[in-house]
């Protein structure tokens, strides 16, 4: 298995550029978040979606937008770069919502806007 | 509504003492917790999950966390450091899907 992959691993974007960052899981689950992580600000939730057609707006979703065709493929869309948006990027998956399902992530995407 | 205070933004340690990385919580229910860890350039790891079964949980690689109700904590401990432990450790409370919050995150490094 390989669990969650994120692409690309790095990636430089000019102000005003668009791009989709890609994510997908093997294990069959439901639920499927991203988050942004900053420096020393945890990961913060930006979309999330409990199965294929159904995504919600997470902390911060602002600049962003997803789509969920698949139970597999869960893509984030930037469709107007800006600066505020360079952070590392996480895609993640879990079974459920309950105790006993812990999130897998991916290795994350790295983000510069410039 | 949830939160989550990892006290120490930074811990150091000398390989083979203890390591203790401390962890508050708030919630308004009965809390579902979670350590994470991160090594340089990866993704988040599960370290260990409190499922009210037992308030001693234990996790991989010799690392165990102890719910405190009466504390509302939940600090992730090790006997014996080990270089291989020098990451970065995230505390978590989750209630739902949209209600996952994470800690800020402790940095642990290992003196040889």
């Known amino acids: 298995n390989a669990g969650v992959t994120q692409t690309p691993k790095f990636r430089i974007l000019k102000i005003g550029q668009s791009m989709t960052l890609q994510c997908a899981q093997d294990m069959n689950h439901n639920y499927m978040y991203w988050y942004r992580q900053d420096p020393g600000m945890g990961l913060k939730l930006i979309y999330y979606?409990?199965?294929?057609?159904?995504?919600d707006k997470g902390e911060v979703p602002n600049g962003y937008n997803v789509s969920r065709s698949t139970t597999e493929d869960f893509p984030l869309r930037l469709e107007l770069a800006a600066p505020s948006q360079t952070s590392v990027y996480f895609c993640a998956s879990s079974y459920s919502q309950g105790t006993n399902s812990p999130l897998h992530f991916g290795n994350g995407t790295r983000l510069t806007v410039t | 509504a949830q939160s989550v205070t990892q006290l120490d933004s930074h811990v150091s340690a000398s390989e083979g003492t203890p390591v203790l990385l401390r962890c508050n919580y708030s919630?308004?229910?009965?809390?579902?917790l979670f350590w994470y860890v991160q090594h340089p350039n990866k993704g988040l790891q599960l370290l260990l999950k409190y499922t009210s079964a037992a308030t001693l949980v234990k996790g991989i690689n010799g690392f165990e966390a102890e719910f405190k109700k009466s504390e509302t904590s939940f600090h992730l401990t090790k006997p014996s450091a080990h270089m291989s432990d020098a990451a970065e450790y995230f505390c978590?409370?989750?209630?739902?899907?949209?209600?996952?919050?994470f800690g800020s995150g402790t940095r642990l490094s290992i003196r040889p």
């Open positions: 979606s409990v199965g294929a057609g159904i995504t």
């Open positions: 919630s308004s229910y009965s809390p579902s």
């Open positions: 978590v409370v989750s209630r739902s899907a949209s209600k996952i919050i």
